[in-house]
Structure formats: C-alpha cells, structure tokens
C-alpha cells in the first residue's frame, strides 16, 4: 500500500460544485481506497491504495465523482514522496523576509513544455515573487492571493497544464497527514 494526496479543483467554491466531506470520503472509500482522509472543504484528500501511476488514480476519482455528484472536476494526485519534494523545493522559505502566509504552491498536473517568464513577469505587481517547477510553481504574494494576477487560471492559461493552487498551511498539512498515513 501506498500514500497518496488527491487534490480537487473547483469544488465548495462560490457554491459550485458542492460535495460535503463525508460524501466525498464515502465516494474515495467505495473505490477501495483506505485510510481515507479528507482536510477542509477545498477537496484535499489522502488515502492508501496499492501502487498506481498517479494519471490512472486522477481518472479513476475522476470518474467516480462524475458518476457520484454529476460534475467533473480535475483531480491532481500525487505520492506522498512527490509531496515532499515539492514542499522541501520551495524557494521562499527559510527567507526571513517573506511571511508564511503569503505562500502558496500552484500543482502542476504535468510538466509545462514552454515556460515564458518574460511573459509572466510582466503580470507581477511589487514584492511578488514565483518559481516555476517541473510540478509546481511557488508563489509569493504579499498582497494577498485574492488580489495578485498570478492565480490558478493565470498559470494554466500561461503554461498550458491542469493546475490548482493551495497556501502553504495547507500544503504543509497534507504532507503531515500523508506522512502519518505511512506509519
């Protein structure tokens, strides 16, 4: 068995695409998945199933909360060590100048082929910082991720990849859960 995080875009957001917790936590179940956690309504979810490549895992959830809710929604997974590479990665911490708050992490469904940063850099306003990564771009955004241009639909339409976007609380705690998972 293995630990996984699935991380679903656009569901309890702006009352679309509503699915509570506990339904969600069924509909993982009744594919066999155990260990079955979820962690704030956004659609974070960590489990243990056997060993599977990541793509087949997003289409088979996929296709379980399409036939379970009647919407789809991009489903990202990733093992619990692809999970810690991209949180050991991020350039922004331990930088004394930066505020934790104002982290996030955009997951990338695939690597971008061309990344255009001359592009990109000319949408970041003051003291907003990014990285891209062959997995994630990391973000840092003093003003507030509400209120900066670099948000999920910037960095899909830019890079042409599925993506979706947490704070790095969350983040950090889906890598808590996994790891506890795998003890």
């Not at 068995?1 to 917790?21: D, F, P, Q």
Request: aromatic share 10%; hydrophobic share 35%.
């Amino acid at each position: 068995m293995k630990t996984y995080v699935a991380i679903l875009r656009g569901i309890n957001v702006s009352g679309k695409n509503k699915i509570k917790m506990d339904a969600l936590k069924s509909s993982f179940s009744s594919l066999g998945f155990e260990q079955v956690q979820t962690y704030i309504q956004s659609g974070n979810v960590v489990f243990k199933y056997q060993e599977m490549s990541s793509e087949d895992l997003a289409e088979l959830i996929n296709k379980q909360i399409l036939d379970d809710f009647g919407f789809d929604v991009p489903v990202l997974v990733l093992d619990s060590v692809q999970l810690e590479t991209i949180v050991k990665n991020n350039p922004f911490v331990g930088d004394e100048s930066k505020e934790v708050q104002f982290l996030h992490v955009t997951f990338l469904k695939e690597t971008p082929k061309n990344v255009n940063n001359e592009k990109i850099n000319s949408y970041v306003k003051a003291e907003e910082e990014f990285e891209v990564s062959e997995c994630a771009v990391y973000l840092y955004c003093p003003h507030g991720y509400g209120k900066t241009k670099l948000n999920n639909n910037f960095f899909e339409s830019q890079l042409k990849v599925t993506a979706t976007t947490r704070n790095w609380k969350t983040t950090l705690k889906l890598l808590e859960m996994a790891n506890k998972t795998e003890v």
